[in-house]
């Protein structure tokens, strides 16, 4: 007989990287007792598609970005569980519930790079009406303010953004600012739009302009030259965050709390003149931690990366206390490890989950890396 899962809906924007890194996180919930049947439904923005959308469903619960505060409402009079992440629009009556990430500490992180790259002039690029913008706009001036340097601010309406129209404005921005200077822009889609604009005007990147992006969406950072330098927020483990507080909500508490990662800088050549070794130490990192669970080879982090197997090596020896091989099984050890103090499933399962041919191969691996039967970590 089948099992029925649980239906919840994610509405938000389907095409932004936030929103989908988001959905990322919450999927990656599904092994954490969050084995759910999830609709990912378009931006819904009055009542009748609301009514419409849950027509026809037993919806569990929803996790939303971005929702209206009277659908938020009228959800909630529903007697429908609801996590509700702030979206691009802030109003007084924002009811939004659930976690965020860190708008603030932004400015720090920019302003500690243009610090140590001795810029003293900032500049930041600001999307007007956009509510995550205007919190790093403030953090940004805030910091800028406490270390004495001079900012300066570039607004774009809406109609500016995503166009050539806002390219140009930023070009004519750049050429009244004091070089060298150090860029801030809002997200990497408005760090692209300085990178062209530097382009144009002929200035030299990072000599004259360094220029940070946020959000670290890789697609866009490394689809320029030079490639964008950017502060990832760890979007993903918002997502992660919304799961767990639904799952509280539907009466599944079990205490954890899931940890937003701190704000990161992704170091690119739009920021700093670096060796390529860097660059590739940290993409084989990320490519190491995102397939942590299953394994992979040195061989194959090394074609991800682009480089032979013995340039990998040498990133590694040059930025690393580790070779690529350890920190491979340092990753895979600590992820099982995860999983085997927070999923109560048989060995059997795990092995599978985690790239095992069997039980024994799972076992021998964990008493070779720690000693300890897997039992120990129960």
């Not at 009079?77 to 924002?94: H, K, N």
């Not at 009244?176 to 990497?188: E, F, H, I, R």
């Not at 009466?251 to 899931?258: F, P, S, V």
């Amino acid at each position: 007989m089948k099992i029925e899962k649980p239906i919840v809906l994610f509405l938000g924007n389907r095409q932004g990287y936030f929103s989908r890194e988001v959905l990322r996180g919450i999927l990656s919930m599904r092994s954490e007792d969050c084995d759910w049947e999830v609709w990912v439904m378009p931006m819904i923005h009055e009542k009748r598609q609301l009514k419409d959308c849950l027509k026809g469903r037993d919806i569990a619960g929803v996790i939303a970005r971005g929702l209206k505060p009277e659908l938020q409402s009228f959800l909630q009079q529903s007697g429908i569980p609801l996590v509700a992440i702030r979206g691009v629009e802030t109003s007084d009556d924002d009811r939004s519930n659930g976690p965020h990430v860190d708008d603030e500490a932004i400015g720090g992180k920019a302003g500690g790079e243009f610090q140590y790259l001795n810029l003293g002039y900032w500049g930041f690029v600001h999307w007007q009406g956009v509510a995550w913008s205007e919190a790093r706009r403030q953090s940004f001036q805030a910091y800028a303010d406490s270390q004495g340097a001079k900012n300066s601010t570039l607004s774009l309406s809406q109609d500016e953004r995503h166009c050539w129209d806002g390219v140009m404005k930023i070009l004519d921005w750049l050429k009244g600012l004091s070089k060298p200077c150090g860029v801030l822009a809002c997200n990497d889609e408005a760090g692209l739009d300085v990178l062209h604009a530097c382009q144009l005007a002929g200035f030299s990147v990072p000599e004259q302009v360094a220029v940070i992006g946020v959000d670290n969406d890789r697609l866009l950072c490394e689809s320029t030259v030079p490639p964008l330098s950017s502060i990832d927020l760890h979007a993903a483990d918002v997502g992660k965050a919304a799961a767990r507080q639904l799952r509280d909500l539907l009466g599944g508490d079990d205490g954890k709390e899931i940890h937003i990662s701190q704000a990161s800088m992704v170091v690119r050549e739009s920021s700093h003149e670096i060796d390529r070794y860097l660059l590739t130490y940290q993409k084989a990192m990320d490519v190491i931690s995102a397939k942590a669970v299953g394994g992979t080879s040195v061989a194959e982090v090394a074609g991800d990366c682009g480089v032979s197997r013995r340039g990998l090596e040498r990133a590694f020896e040059k930025y690393s206390n580790e070779s690529p091989a350890g920190v491979i099984r340092q990753q895979r050890l600590s992820a099982i490890i995860h999983l085997l103090k927070s999923q109560p499933v048989s060995l059997e399962h795990l092995a599978q989950q985690t790239g095992f041919s069997d039980s024994a191969g799972l076992s021998n691996f964990i008493k070779r890396m720690t000693g300890k039967a897997p039992g120990a970590f129960r």
